[in-house]
């Protein structure tokens, strides 16, 4: 009798079989994308199957120059190769040195030229949970002023500023926030969209702030995102952001612009902040600044350096690869005009994605800025709300992520009802490869919504 060996699983299979079993219930892309990467350079990433995909999720926006980089790699082989010391704290290293060098050199002039930089825990959670600290104690204030929308973190201080309804439930609260208005036109807070909703959501935060019976104690700081990332590639007016800015002012409230995401070119500035032209208080940095590995901090005004030695810490703030390569690619980004790089394929996907929108009519909006687009996949069945926006289809979006994935794209999903699938390529994608994109997105979306992937 011939007996027929069983065929010996993959190597990927057993890695993703081990990691169901070994790591926990709240892991999040490892659901979403049931592979194993092997090996990545730019925009491509291999899996263990062999199989090739076009990576528009970037880290969550952190490899602005896509997977290893080859200035990245030779910064980091150079700090290796020096012997330089690879953990030190906070104590002062060259690489240091030239870190905060080529930042504060792209960050703008009116704000870096009296600028302090605090390194702190290597995620950008841990630099708003900071900027949050520093704000109370400059100000002697508690409380904060929070977006609809808005996303800042897994940890106490930065979830409690956070809008996702899903993730806080469970959780008591993490401090006093009042939650304003953000003005997001398809979904519009006041059922109006437009330049109205934009004017009115400005006025409300003023008269609310100037109550005396509106229940908001004068707070530490504003929070907020000049792009909402997670909340749907929601970009912030332009006009809103100043009066934001100048409502702040006036009561004397510190502004902290959170651009983790946002930051080193994505929305088609160095950072999203230059658009309005605002002077914000502080800005909290993460994801790219770091190369591709992990760094955060929080840059600030010189007049709220009043905290204590120690008054916040971290072990692995002195992450010196992550500095050297921070270093090179903030230059490189400079350099190579890849700010406006983003800008101009920002304009082609756009463009291309609202073409899109006019066969399908699943696409209910097509946002975004730069290299920082965002799809609202609807159900063009359902009743229109008072803005004449369908229902989002948040299982539409899962089968259309899939669709994805089976045509070599990663992209991720976000927004109010994580009805919305987030592009954020590097910003190195070539003009074959956002056709590609466009291409594939056509190809899934279609197939998802006739019910096939």
Known sequence: MTITAEPAPLAGDAILRRQRVRESAARTYARSFPIVPVRASGM?????????????????????????????????????????????LDLATAEKDDFTTALLESLPAAFAERARVHFCGPAGTDA???????????????????????????????????????????????????????????????????????????????????????????????????????????????????????????????????????????????????HSGIVPDAMVLSKAIGGSLPLAVVVYREEYDSWRPGAHTGTFRGNTLAMAAGAATL???????????????????????????????????????????????????????????HPADPALAVRVRAACLARGLIVELGGRHDAVLRLLPPLTITDEQADAVLERLAEAIAAAAAGAV
């Open 128 to 274: 708003v949970e900071a900027a949050l600290k520093l704000m109370q104690t400059a100000t002697g204030r508690r409380g904060a002023l929070a977006f609809t929308g808005g996303y800042h973190g897994m940890t106490a201080g930065a979830l409690a500023v956070t809008g996702n309804v899903a993730v806080k439930e469970p959780l008591p609260s993490g401090g006093e926030v009042t939650r304003l208005p953000y003005p997001y036109a398809y979904r519009c807070p006041f059922g109006m969209g437009g330049a109205a909703a934009e004017r009115l959501a400005a006025v409300y935060t003023e008269r609310l702030l100037d109550d005396p019976s509106g229940g908001v104690v004068r707070p530490a700081a504003m929070i907020v995102e000049a792009v909402q990332g997670e909340g749907g590639a929601v970009p912030a007016p332009d006009g809103w952001l100043r009066e934001m800015r100048r409502i702040t002012a006036e009561r004397g409230i510190p502004l902290i612009l959170d651009e983790v995401q946002t930051g080193v070119g994505r929305t088609g500035a160095m950072w999203a902040v230059e």
């Open 331 to 389: 230059r490189y980004v400079a350099a190579h005009g890849l700010a406006e790089r983003a800008a101009l394929v920002g304009r082609r996907l756009l463009a291309g994605l609202t073409a899109l929108q006019e066969r399908l009519p699943v696409i209910g909006d097509v946002r975004g800025r730069g290299l920082m687009v965002g799809v609202e996949l609807v159900d063009p069945a359902g009743e229109t709300d008072s803005c004449g926006a």
């Open 44 to 88: 491509t990433v291999e899996g263990a199957d062999g199989r090739r995909y076009l990576d528009c999720l970037s880290g969550a926006g952190t490899l602005a120059l896509g997977h290893n980089h080859p200035v990245v790699l030779a910064a980091i082989r150079r700090t290796l190769d020096s012997g330089a010391p690879l953990h030190l």
